[in-house]
């Protein structure tokens, strides 16, 4: 009875393997759907909103669906793996606000530096615009830019890659999880900005294992950016072209690029240390509501000498354990040095080359080579 309880017990946490599955079924599941979408009459797909609507939904939800495809084939408890069963309150959600809005006011000049610098060189956005004339439209774009990608999109980066990735250690599931997230965009408009979002939400979520707190993050993110839009359509003459142009401001040059340049780079600064006090202050009232210390669940600590219980990853399967400090961080260390799997490395490095590969047709295109 014992073995067949074994036998059909889950695992808590998506594994290396786990992440990279989840990476090839999106690539796999976004194509089959893009082929399918591309046999719909074209005067549906070229219908205005309703087709955009339909087809950017789908394709944001099949973030979810993946992970949640992967944790039952792969028997991974799909609320656990992807930290949905911790608690969240009203602190957390406020200090999900805040984050989101430093990021985009202290960390948004260093990608406007990197998009004047590709101007520049010729670089010319191709991005396509959205139109937003009515409160109703405006609603839709919510659901479908704000709340599909906040969910989606946090439960396979976030709950499934960087959970994943954090076999190989937390600079790697924390970087490699950002640069996935950040090249899946497809475009260099948002490499940036999606790059450094990735690492404050990664952060975030591999210290407390909270998916929620990512997702606050990660909605107030893009809506603040459609409802921006939609506000500005009140001033829109409608005079405004929709060709592709030059991101740069009039008589820009590299001089003032490199002013720009320092001036990013304080903010930066700035925007750091002021999310560093946050995060504490997140980690804290995580740990509060949750009863659980924010520390890897690989590691183990010492209280006035005596061993405190904490848990370790056994063949992908975490377990109860107490173990002394130096055994467990030696073991964490032993499987993080090990190399990836050969079918696990080659998994990964198709799906990093599918995503790499997408965002170098766009920043061609921007170039006018393509």
């Not at 090249?183 to 979002?197: S, Y």
Request: glycine share 8%; hydrophobic share 55%.
């Amino acid at each position: 009875m014992m073995e067949n309880n074994l036998l059909n017990a889950k695992k808590k946490k998506f594994g290396l393997y786990e992440a990279a599955l989840a990476l090839i079924l999106y690539i796999v599941f976004t194509n089959v759907f893009s082929f399918f979408w591309g046999m719909v009459p074209r005067e549906f797909r070229k219908a205005p909103y309703a087709a955009y609507f339909i087809a950017q939904f789908v394709i944001e939800m099949l973030f979810a669906v993946v992970a949640y495809v992967v944790a039952t084939t792969r028997r991974v408890d799909f609320v656990k793996g992807i930290g949905a069963d911790k608690k969240i309150n009203g602190n957390l959600v406020l200090y999900g606000v805040l984050i989101s809005f430093i990021c985009l006011i202290f960390f948004g000049k260093i990608t406007d530096v990197f998009m004047y610098f590709l101007s520049l060189l010729g670089y010319v956005s191709d991005s396509p615009s959205i139109e937003i004339n009515n409160f109703g439209i405006y609603l839709i774009y919510v659901l479908v830019l704000c709340v599909a990608p906040a969910i989606g999109e946090e439960f396979l980066f976030r709950g499934a890659v960087a959970s994943g990735l954090k076999e190989k250690g937390m600079k790697v599931a924390l970087i490699g999880s950002a640069l996935i997230f950040s090249f899946m965009h497809g475009t260099p408009d948002q490499t940036i900005h999606q790059f450094i979002i990735g690492l404050v939400i990664g952060y975030i979520f591999l210290k407390t294992g909270n998916i929620w707190i990512g997702v606050i993050v990660h909605f107030i993110n893009n809506f603040t950016s459609v409802t921006l839009m939609y506000v500005l359509s009140f001033f829109d003459d409608g005079s405004a072209s929709t060709e592709a142009v030059s991101m740069l401001p009039d008589g820009y040059d590299w001089l003032n690029l490199f002013g720009d340049l320092i001036y990013a780079i304080v903010m930066a600064v700035l925007g750091y240390i002021i999310i560093r006090r946050i995060v504490r202050k997140v980690f804290a009232e995580h740990q509060a509501i949750n009863n659980e210390n924010v520390i890897q669940e690989s590691e183990t600590i010492k209280v006035d000498g005596v061993e405190v219980e904490t848990t370790v990853t056994i063949d992908g399967e975490t377990q109860e354990n107490v173990a002394s400090e130096e055994n467990v961080a030696g073991a964490q260390a032993k499987k993080e040095k090990e190399l990836i799997p050969l079918p696990i490395a080659i998994m990964f490095a198709i799906a990093g080359a599918y995503f790499a590969f997408m965002w170098g047709v766009s920043l061609l295109v921007g170039f006018g080579v393509v």
